[in-house]
């Protein structure tokens, strides 16, 4: 027992360990995207060739270090409202990393054990892993942040996004690292060298080409970012002052077409909001205009809750003196993929009683269905997705329609303080839009909140932690990307080619 501890702590296990921890700061708020062109090449030249045991080692350290720094934010969530000791939200914090840096350890296991040597194989190894992102982003209802490709949002790389996606930049940073090895590691550096001609020629095509083109037309929107403390959210007192605060920042700017409020900017049930909503509604109906909120809907039959969004003024273009709003109308947005804990507790009938972080407030939601029409407001067909869900390309894919204009999405990042935690937000957010080709409105509670174009690029953003509007223009495109009509089908096809094609040339030896 004692030797198989000593043996986590090694030289390649602490460097590996070392390595994880860096990447933090190719994300957001740090964003320093060359990083991982320097950081993966050295981890890979590490545990090129280890046996499977020092491989397994290396990739779990790897992993361990990787999601402790980058997923650090989770921990002030947990310690400031989970209601427990910070030994035990460090505790808990720790098993949630122990758990995700296992998906990096069973890459490399696989990598290793698949070979002919049964030492890791880098090529194997590019395959393996975006099979395990891939389980990383299913399993337990998935948890795919800190995916590498995020990090090359504003690099050259972030060309290949509306053709292969997030996943095709991760797998192109780990072909691109296996190449720079064996580039500085083969004898015969000839094919490396081609390869990586091939590499860099097929990055400045895809840099040159345009899939979507302006239609002319463009939106006026308004994105509101109320700053309610989470502390006292959902006080009794607090819930007619922050929805009057709401109904003043929409009155001063009903000369945009579209008004945007936060994930749950409404801190009651919508059966208890109607006399609220119905002011609201014709407030904006009058003024031609159309708002956008978060709000929890309640089914008394099914006795079911659910994280909603929903629209009130004018849905359509023509000028109405009423709003188009009733009690569960059609135009409406139910949250499909929760938050395990925040939303939905897995095995909750154990869990619960045993701590208050498993029984936080609004954390027994049911899911909407996972296709639903897109909102219309103004005329404009909105696709919305609500906090986590931007997180997951496939869902997005699966509502996209020839009608999309826009894609929205709202959160409440309150829950995660100062931390860069709401930075990889809004960085996932960005590959979204660029990935479809179509610009993004966000709002939320107390930052990030911004609009961004259908490249990604901010149009214009709100410092955090203020209470303001965002008001802007956006404008709209036309056209379709390949990756929102072909998503992760292409990237994983060509990954298990290359893995049969590996494999073969494995046995044969």
């Known amino acids: 027992m004692v030797a198989a501890v000593k043996s986590l702590f090694t030289k390649t296990n602490g460097l590996s360990f070392v390595a994880g921890l860096i990447l933090v700061f190719a994300y957001a708020p740090y964003s320093h995207w060359w990083l991982p062109l320097i950081i993966l090449p050295m981890f890979l030249a590490l545990i090129d060739g280890k046996s499977i045991k020092h491989a397994t080692q290396a990739c779990f350290s790897f992993g361990l270090g990787w999601f402790s720094a980058g997923i650090s934010w989770v921990h002030v969530s947990i310690d400031q409202f989970g209601g427990m000791p910070l030994v035990v939200s460090l505790l808990l914090m720790l098993l949630l990393c122990l758990y995700l840096a296992l998906y990096p350890m069973l890459a490399g296991y696989l990598a290793s054990k698949l070979s002919a040597t049964k ?21 337990l209802t998935g948890f795919p942040w800190l995916s590498l490709g995020y990090s090359q949002i504003d690099s050259p790389l972030a060309v290949l996004a509306p053709v292969i996606g997030e996943i095709g930049i991760t797998a192109y940073l780990l072909a691109l690292s296996y190449i720079l090895v064996r580039v ?30 302006p239609t002319g037309n463009s939106v006026k929107v308004a994105l509101a970012q109320g700053n309610i403390a989470q502390s006292i959210k959902w006080d009794d007192e607090q819930e007619w002052p922050t929805m009057l605060m709401y109904l003043d920042m929409a009155r001063a700017n009903y000369d945009a077409d579209i008004i945007v409020w936060p994930e749950s900017a409404i801190p009651t049930l919508e059966p208890m909001a109607q006399d609220y909503l119905d002011l609201v509604n014709q407030s904006a109906g009058m003024n031609d205009s159309a708002i956008i909120t978060g709000i929890l809907d309640y089914n008394f039959e099914t006795k079911s809750y659910y994280n909603a969004l929903i629209t009130l003024g004018n849905s ?43 029984n936080l407030p609004m954390s027994s939601f049911s899911r909407g269905d996972y296709v639903q029409q897109n909102l219309k407001a103004k005329g404009i067909d909105i696709l919305p997705l609500i906090c986590f869900e931007i ?57 990030v909140t911004a609009a961004v174009d259908h490249q ?49 040339t494995q046995r044969k030896r």
């Open 391 to 447: 997180a997951f390309p496939n869902q997005l894919a699966a509502n996209f329609t020839n009608q999309t204009q826009l894609l929205l999405t709202v959160s409440n990042d309150a829950w995660f303080g100062t931390s860069h935690g709401p930075h990889q937000h809004m960085e996932i957010a960005r590959m979204r839009a660029l990935e479809f080709g179509r610009p993004l409105v966000r709002s939320t509670n107390t930052g």
């Open 119 to 139: 030492t890791l194989h880098l090529g194997l190894f590019v395959s393996t892993w975006l099979v395990c992102e891939y389980l990383r982003s299913i399993v």
């Open 456 to 504: 990604g690029q901010f149009i214009d953003k709100l410092p955090q932690f203020e209470q303001a509007v965002l008001k802007t223009e956006v404008a709209l495109v036309q056209g379709f990307t390949p990756y929102s009509r072909l998503g992760n089908v292409p990237v994983f096809i060509v990954a298990l080619l290359s893995f049969i094609a590996i494999s073969l």
């Open 184 to 213: 500085i590691r083969s004898s015969n550096k000839l094919p490396w060298a081609v390869s990586l001609i091939v590499f860099s020629v097929c990055l400045i095509s895809a840099s040159a080409l345009q899939w979507v083109k």
């Open 316 to 358: 359509q273009t023509e000028s109405k003196t009423t709003g188009d709003y009733f009690y569960n109308h059609s135009n409406r947005f139910y949250k499909h993929h929760l938050l395990p804990i925040g939303e939905f507790v897995p095995f909750g009938d154990l869990l619960r009683p045993l701590a208050p972080f498993f």
